[in-house]
């Protein structure tokens, strides 16, 4: 759709208004979440069992993972919007920050600050 230049609503003013209000208020969830998350970061390195810190890092990592799927759909939508080609950059962005992010073994053991955690395959 995006390369043969379709837009939903060409040239309305509204859609300027719409793209700026998601685009702000993706950016205030965006440091809301971030706030949110150095603190469940915190809860998390001081629980005291591995079992407890475990079962916490899941739903840890679902909420930021859910993050980058609702940022990369909102990206998405915001191309077919507006047209504009950043937006693929918003979501290539999005899928990046995500695979860097999937939870190996050097960053699951640095997010508990556990460096005894054994891994069984």
């Known amino acids: 759709m995006y390369k043969t230049g379709?837009?939903?609503f060409r040239g309305s003013n509204w859609v300027v208004e719409m793209k700026n209000l998601l685009l702000w208020?993706?950016?205030g969830l965006a440091v809301v979440f971030t706030m949110?998350?150095?603190?469940?970061?915190?809860?998390?390195q001081a629980l005291l069992t591995v079992d407890e810190k475990i079962s916490f890092f899941e739903?840890?990592?679902?909420r930021r993972l859910w993050w980058h799927v609702l940022s990369c759909v909102v990206s998405g939508f915001l191309?077919?919007?507006?047209?504009?080609?950043?937006?693929?950059?918003?979501?290539?962005?999005?899928v990046l920050s995500m695979l860097l992010a999937y939870p190996s073994e050097f960053i699951i053991k640095k997010e508990m600050k556990e460096d005894d955690l054994m891994f069984v395959k």
Not at 79 to 94: G, K, P
């Open 36 to 44: 949110y998350q150095v603190n469940q970061k915190k809860k998390l």
């Open 6 to 8: 379709f837009q939903f």
């Open 25 to 27: 208020g993706m950016v």
């Open 59 to 62: 739903v840890y990592y679902r």
């Open 79 to 94: 191309l077919l919007l507006t047209a504009r080609m950043i937006f693929i950059y918003f979501c290539l962005f999005d």
